[in-house]
């Protein structure tokens, strides 16, 4: 059973500082990865979707790669700002057989301090 | 604007009801899914469809039904079997293939009184 781990569960910084998120999954059997934000009582935002052939997507300050046989991935952010201030979840994409489900991790706090 | 609204915002239940939440996308999506988010837990599944008039379990599926009559939209119903429903639901919509990118709804806050 595919399980997501993401550590730190919360994780602050000065404004400018350029950090790293990090997510495992157990199952290198991956379809794709989706990294997401989330605000506090609202949905989630797409960051960024990396396939399984994969290794890295880019999108402004934010470069997520994939190392599906180490079962990791990470999501840089550089240059933080206090906007950057929220929860980011990552989540691995299923099989088409099982509706290319998500199973998330738990998401990581982030709070940038000016 | 394309996208996916959800209806109510915040929903109150009384013990014994069923209430059902609104999900509708115009982003012409053929797959739609119903998350439940808990504090301190990742998001879970409870049912998705990959076409009209088709619908399958998810991981939590229990005390929750749902209808696919229009590709549009994909209601979720919480019914009085479910033992714990107070939570944050999610909606989800993502066009054909397993690999693609999922967007999320804005979410309804249920809680039960």
């Known amino acids: 059973k595919q399980e997501v781990t993401q550590i730190p569960a919360a994780l602050s910084v000065p404004e400018g500082e350029n950090l790293v998120l990090n997510c495992s999954f157990t199952d290198s059997a991956i379809y794709n990865l989706q990294w997401f934000r989330q605000d506090p009582g609202k949905g989630l935002t797409s960051l960024l979707l990396i396939q399984s052939s994969q290794r890295e997507q880019t999108s402004g300050r934010l470069n997520a790669s994939l190392d599906k046989s180490s079962g990791r991935s990470t999501l840089y952010i550089a240059a933080s700002q206090p906007g950057d201030s929220a929860t980011y979840l990552c989540?691995?994409?299923?099989?088409?057989?099982?509706?290319?489900?998500?199973?998330f991790g738990q998401g990581t706090e982030l709070s940038v301090k000016p | 604007d394309g996208g996916i609204t959800q209806s109510p915002k915040y929903l109150f239940r009384k013990e014994g009801q069923n209430v059902t939440l609104s999900c509708e996308q115009n982003?012409?999506?053929?797959?739609m899914y119903w998350y439940r988010q808990d504090p301190g837990q990742g998001l879970r599944l409870i049912y998705y469809s990959q076409i009209v008039n088709d619908f399958q379990k998810g991981d939590i599926a229990e005390g929750y039904s749902v209808s696919r009559e229009k590709k549009e939209s994909f209601p979720l119903t919480v019914t009085s079997a479910q033992k714990n429903p107070t939570a944050f639901y999610l909606c989800?919509?993502?066009?054909?293939?397993?690999?693609?990118?999922?967007?999320f709804g804005p979410g309804t806050r249920l809680t039960v009184l």
């Open positions: 989540a691995v994409g299923g099989p088409y057989n099982q509706g290319g489900k998500l199973i």
């Open positions: 982003l012409n999506h053929d797959a």
């Open positions: 989800a919509s993502k066009n054909g293939l397993a690999y693609n990118e999922q967007f």
